[in-house]
């Protein structure tokens, strides 16, 4: 059914108007006799058409076009008049009229010509109107993904612009939204650049080793990685899917690429192989010490037994004790070292950590300080607490006789974030400097510092000893961008 507002100012020709439309069925019709009547009955109801006399008292049927498009109404509108001049259809279709009837003739078949007209404008514009509802759903869907989106047109220009990708860059969509010229790159990369969705439009053979790795082509989607130096400040990794964007018919009008920042994955993937390559070193190395030490072992035991009325009893007991707590100590070390990688390195609190660790070490008679490392946090194996605790104790059992303050601090520096622990005492001579993080090296365990290095290595932190023999150690703990972030600021 057709809801149909006819209006003119002959109120006969609105009756048999209303009658010829109405006898079939297909329509319902609403009669009024003048343009400035008809005004408030289109605000009031949802018409399927208006049909229009031309020559009318006060608005003439153009007029009233006008004043009905200048509200943004986009019914269907049909000029029916019997004004057969040429210049009046030319002005009735440039100001948005679907179709000019002319009156007169057999009115059946005039009135029938109309019905046509009206079916076929409304079905139009029912057509277009369902277009734009796909459009808009379309949008919709785009505009609510989780992961940063974007399209594009068959000529590169932005056709959507998410709100994700809004939150991920800062750019608004409606900054971006009709530009293109790879501009749509530089909120992202810092630079006009091919992405994913261009080498989907671009003929095949383009060069993407430079820009991509893990790239990958699975019939119309290319998915791929990529590093961006600085993305709201920091390296990041990213990972993107492209696909064609189609038209109704089947036809490729663009494509549409989602962004998915994937820094923090890739840092636990990376820090799972390191662990995995450790413990298989570990296991290994480990392995074949304790079997060292119990072959030694039993060779004291032997000679114990042969010996055991000989004056070197007692020293060959003390040499199987000494070997025993060697080996306990290795044991206990493999304990610690396991569990290094075990579990997804996670955000942590720098001067927390530094905290928790310290409530485990007697520092009685020592100041100590953590600095401005309140606002910082690491990416880092879970077991960082472990760092700090063996930089204190280590402090503790070496420190001598003149230490008096322990201090914990960070800055910017080269290569990232630089955490500081550092004390008064006497230091770490200049030919140990290179020894004291090898496995085994030290007057305790030698297995503290060795320790600290593959628990920072997980996440690609590094150790130095920077300190001045005579005036206290100084351990710098290298934090590399993308690894840290301050809580609240950058």
Partial sequence: MYHILYVDDEKDLLDIGKIFLERGGDFSVDTTPSATSALPLIQKKAYDAVVSDYQMPGLDGIAFLKKVRETGNSIPFILFTGRGREEIAIQALNEGADFYLQKGGDPVAQFTELAHKVKQAAGRRKAEASVRDLERRQQDIINFLPDPTFAIDGNGTVIAWNRALEEMTGVPAGEMLGKGDHEYALPIYGQRRVMLADLLLSPPGTDTTR????????????????????????????????SFLYDRQGNVIGAIESIRDITERR?????LRQANRKLTLMASVTRHDIVNRL???????????????????QHLIQKQEDVIARILREILFTREYQEIGVNAPEWQNVEETIRDALKNVDLSGIAVSTGDCADIEVYADPLLRKVFLNLADNTVRYGGAGLHSLRFSACSGEGGLVITCEDDGCGIPEDEKGLIFERGYGRNTGLGLFLITEILAITGMKIAEKGEPGKGARFEIIVPEGVYRRVGGE
């Fill in 211 to 242: 820009l991509y790795s893990r790239f990958n082509i699975d019939g119309n989607t290319i998915t791929a990685e990529t590093s961006v130096p600085h993305l709201q400040g920091k390296p990041r990794t990213l990972w993107g899917k492209a």
């Fill in 267 to 271: 840092l636990a993937e990376d820090a």
């Fill in 295 to 313: 072959t030694v072992l039993r060779g004291f035991l032997a000679l114990t037994k042969k010996w055991s009325d000989d004056g070197g009893f």
